[in-house]
């Protein structure tokens, strides 16, 4: 004798996952996730570091405009004097103009750019002054190691 379940007992008992379906789907996910997320640790690296140089390009821009308002004198001192300087927004003549720089100039791992002028780095002959990031490191090794420079595009 064969007993027919109704079609309501037939419904409800496929009514979820098992637990077999649920761990291949969990594996594609892992599999996955294993293929793209060393591609994108590395992106974010080369990301850091175009940045920083975009960073260090304003930076520069900056102390260029300084210099064309200053006799072609570019702000001499340590960083921190200069950033200030660049940010007072008082002209040689004590005139209120606009700031040559809006914010303490900082890399993409958010340490502040170093300057250096006179110039003790550029063996190039070029008189501008050295801006340079400590580097994916943030390590200060003036210049050298990992460090990014407006000097040389060599290294990372």
Not at 43 to 60: G, S
Request: proline residues 5%; glycine residues 10%; charged residues 20%.
């Amino acid at each position: 004798m064969h007993i027919r379940k109704s079609n309501k007992q037939q419904q409800s008992r496929r009514g979820g996952f098992t637990l077999l379906e649920l761990l291949i789907v969990l594996g594609i996910i892992l599999a996955i996730a294993a293929m793209v997320v060393p591609n994108l640790l590395g992106r974010q690296q080369e990301a850091n570091i175009k940045q920083t140089r975009i960073n260090i390009a304003n930076f520069d821009q900056a102390t260029k405009q300084y210099a064309a308002s200053h006799n072609a004198e570019f702000p001499q001192g340590g960083q921190t004097d200069v950033v200030q300087m660049l940010m007072s927004g008082e002209s040689s003549e004590g005139q209120v103009i606009q700031p040559y720089l809006e914010a303490v100039p900082k890399d993409a791992w958010g340490i502040p750019l170093f300057y250096e002028y006179p110039n003790t780095k550029n063996s190039g002959g070029v008189d501008k002054p050295a801006i340079w990031s400590s580097g994916p490191d943030k390590q200060n090794q003036d210049g050298g190691g990992d460090d990014i420079t407006n000097w040389s595009q060599t290294g990372l």
